[in-house]
């Protein structure tokens, strides 16, 4: 996929033709033994994706330059899940594994005498995810109709680690030594246990009303981690820097479900919620200056006196709802069959306590 386009500021044109690749292969294989102790079905799948966002930037300004910027991304990964039933338990779980290592090159010409390989934006990362879960799905008979309950527990684990740090930030004619990139970049490990239940209620045979809670986690990603920018780049200071936070910890919220969901009548079928997150250690963006803070830049540069900071705030909540409904015009209309429309409304509201953690 590419993309091209030019813009024009302060008199000068800047043209950005963009491009972007995807590669991917997976094989998957599905186990149904006869009669098996562990499990009636094993899906498993292995996969591996490459993927290439390159951007080319050429500048007619009074210092002509050209800027080739990438991101690309290899992941490699496993997943497996099992099902297995005890007349009424339903038991399914499973285990994932995932690795992902990224680099971001950066080259400018022109911009200095020749090439310059410039700082990178930011660092190369290998992150690894791991997981497993377990869930089982009881169902009932009350008042005639299916009654369900799914208990559900899940552990996942990230570990991120920044790599080639050494040319993270080169040509900065000192602003920006390979010690200060040391200081402000580490290694990022985090496991979360995250349970789940959930409840739920036939109506009517095609129409569920449910209630439910989900442990969520968000861990940070490479960028929120090693992203940076203006850490003196093109061989000069800069009075501003924007940088992640490879301390950051995992943003974890508390979420809870009620909806409907299904056909009410012959030719109307609706999905209905309402919904409440409550966030703990929520990942935002942060502006400080040295004089006020000058605890965030003793690992940074003496030429940096403003910081755009990945940051964890105390606490946040999102709550809403979102209703859909689809309306099969053939039910009441013999000419329209086959023709169908559909209607949604959402609505959301959300605050966070702006309280820094460190």
């Known amino acids: 996929m590419g993309a091209s386009g030019s813009s024009t500021r302060d008199g000068s044109t800047s043209f950005q033709d963009s491009k972007t690749r995807r590669w991917g292969v997976s094989v998957a294989d599905l186990y149904t033994p006869t009669d098996g102790l562990l499990f009636d079905s094993l899906n498993s799948k292995l996969f591996f994706s490459k993927t290439e966002a390159h951007d080319y930037t050429i500048s007619n300004a009074a210092l002509p330059s050209q800027v080739w910027s990438g991101y690309d991304t290899n992941t490699v990964g496993l997943e497996s899940k099992a099902t297995k039933e005890w ?37 190369d990362s290998k992150i690894i995810n791991a997981g497993a879960f ?12 299916d009654f369900s309950i799914i208990p559900a527990v899940r552990f996942a684990w990230q570990h991120a680690k920044p790599e080639n740090t050494y040319n993270l930030f080169t040509n900065t004619n000192g602003n920006v030594t390979a010690s200060d990139t040391a200081k402000m970049y580490g290694t990022n490990a985090d496991g979360q246990i995250l349970p789940a239940l959930a409840f739920q209620y036939n109506l009517k045979p095609d129409l569920l009303a449910y209630v439910q809670y989900k442990r969520g986690a968000q861990f940070p990603n490479a960028g929120q981690l090693y992203g940076s920018w203006a850490l003196g780049y093109f061989g000069g200071s800069s009075p501003y820097a924007t940088i992640g936070d490879p301390n950051l910890k995992t943003e974890t919220s508390d979420n809870y479900e009620l909806g409907l969901k299904g056909r009410i009548v012959d030719g109307v079928t609706i999905s209905a919620a309402a919904f409440y997150n409550d966030y703990k250690n929520f990942i935002a963006n942060g502006y400080y200056r040295r004089g006020s803070n000058p605890d965030l830049f003793a690992n940074l540069p003496n030429t940096i006196s403003t910081l755009y900071l990945t940051e964890n705030r105390d606490k946040a909540y999102i709550y809403g ?38």
Request: glycine share 10%.
């Open 87 to 123: 007349r009424n338990p339903r038991f399914s779980y499973g285990v994932n594994l995932r690795q992902s290592e990224s680099e971001h090159p950066l080259v400018a010409k022109n911009i200095l005498a020749g090439s310059v390989n410039l700082g990178r934006h930011q660092a």
């Open 134 to 145: 377990v869930q089982d799905k009881m169902t009932w008979d009350l008042a005639g109709r």
């Open 321 to 358: 709802g979102e209703l859909s409904a689809r309306f099969e015009l053939g039910t009441w209309f013999e000419q329209a069959k086959g023709f169908s429309a559909r209607l949604a409304y959402g609505y959301t509201q959300g605050c966070r306590k702006i309280q820094r953690l460190r």
